[in-house]
C-alpha cells in the first residue's frame, strides 16, 4: 500500500496504515483499512496506534481487518479442511471395511449352510 498519509496522533509520524471512523450515532467506533479519501469524524491511524485503539467507556469498537493475508483461508480454516478431508476418507474406508466384513459375514454363513 503506498501512501504518504500520517499517523494523525500526537507526536506520531508513522505512516498511516488504517482509518478510525466515529460513528457517533452509534457510538462506535469503526477500524478498517486506509479510507481512499479523508471524511469527518475520520483519523487516520499508524500500525501501533490502530493496534492500542480502545473505544471510550460506552462504546464499540468494530475492527474490519486490514491485512491482505486474512483474505486467504488462514491456517486453522486449511487444517480443519484437511481434518475434514481425512475424516471423509476415514469414514468412507470405514463403511467399506463394513461392508467387506458384513459380505464376509454373510458367505460365512452361507457356507455354514
Ligand atoms: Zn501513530
Known amino acids: 500500500m503506498s501512501t504518504n498519509r500520517k499517523c494523525s496522533r500526537p507526536l506520531c509520524s508513522k505512516n498511516a496504515v488504517a482509518t478510525l471512523t466515529y460513528v457517533y450515532g452509534e457510538s462506535t467506533m469503526v477500524l478498517g483499512p486506509l479510507a481512499t ?3 469527518p469524524h475520520c483519523y487516520d491511524l499508524c500500525d501501533n496506534h ?3 485503539t480502545t473505544p471510550p467507556r460506552g462504546w464499540e469498537l468494530v475492527k474490519l481487518e486490514t491485512d491482505p493475508e486474512s483474505l486467504k483461508p488462514s491456517t486453522a480454516d486449511l487444517e480443519l ?3 475434514a478431508v481425512r475424516d471423509s476418507a476415514h469414514s468412507s474406508q ?3 471395511e463394513l461392508e467387506n466384513s458384513g459380505r464376509r459375514g454373510h458367505l460365512q454363513v452361507v457356507r455354514d449352510l
Open 50 to 52: 490502530s493496534q492500542a
Open 81 to 83: 479442511l484437511a481434518q
Open 37 to 39: 479519501f479523508n471524511e
Open 94 to 96: 470405514s463403511v467399506g
